[in-house]
Every structure is written in C-alpha cells, then in structure tokens.
Nanobody, 124 residues
Framework: EVQLVESGGGLVQAGGSLRLSCAAS????????IAWFRQAPGKEREGLSC????????GYADSVKGRFTISNDNGKNMVHLQMNSLKPEDTAVYYC?????????????????WGQGTQVTVSS
C-alpha cells in the first residue's frame, strides 16, 4: 500500500526556516510526481510545489516561489521542502501528495495519495 509520511513541522518565529520531509513507500509504478500542499483554518487547500521522480521536473506556486525550495534525495524516495523567510500567513497543515505520471499541476484533485499532514506554525 502506498504510504506518505511527512515530518519536520513545528513552531518557528517569523523570518525563520523549516525543512519538511516526505518519505514515500509502497509504490507499484516507476514514474510519479510528489507535491506539497497546505491548508490553513478557513481556507482552501493550496498547492505549493511539485517534483517528478524521473526527469526532475518541478513547479512552484507564485505565493512561495523564491522562499520555498523542493528537492529529491538522489536514489531515495524522500522529498524535502525547504521553507525560508517564513511568515505568519504560512501557518497551516502541510501535506505531501503523490500520483503516477510526470506533470507540474498543483490541483489537489489529480493527486491520488496523501500523507497525514504536519503542522507548521509561524509566530509574529
């Protein structure tokens, strides 16, 4: 069974940094895309970034481009999201998601598998 496990969330002050990790396992297909989403209270789930496991194709949402960086450990099913210059409005539950295929689409409905989420809280 496909499993995605997020880690690295926590409490940080504005201007600080956090590094989230997504450990993926149980895939029965070779090519897939892993993405990061977040959802704050009272807001819709927002796509942040995605990366493909084969060709390394990546994409970013405008809201985080320049502050967040997605990366994939070579030879490992581990994807990271480095978050710098954090703002209080970045406070949310952050989710790792995956789906077969290679694409840069940040729409929640196209992703088949989801992690349990990790809380990120940025204080002012």
């Amino acid at each position: 069974e496909v499993q995605l496990v997020e880690s690295g969330g926590g409490l940080v002050q504005a201007g600080g940094s956090l590094r989230l990790s997504c450990a993926a396992s149980g895939f029965t297909f070779d090519d897939y895309t892993i993405a990061w989403f977040r959802q704050a209270p009272g807001k819709e789930r927002e796509g942040l970034s995605c990366i493909s496991t084969t060709d390394g194709v990546i994409g970013y949402a405008d809201s985080v481009k320049g502050r967040f960086t997605i990366s994939n450990d070579n030879g490992k099913n581990m994807v990271h999201l480095q978050m710098n210059s954090l703002k209080p409005e970045d406070t949310a539950v952050y989710y790792c998601a995956a789906s077969p295929g290679t694409f840069t689409v940040l729409r929640a409905e196209i992703y088949d598998y989801w992690g349990q989420g990790t809380q990120v809280t940025v204080s002012s």
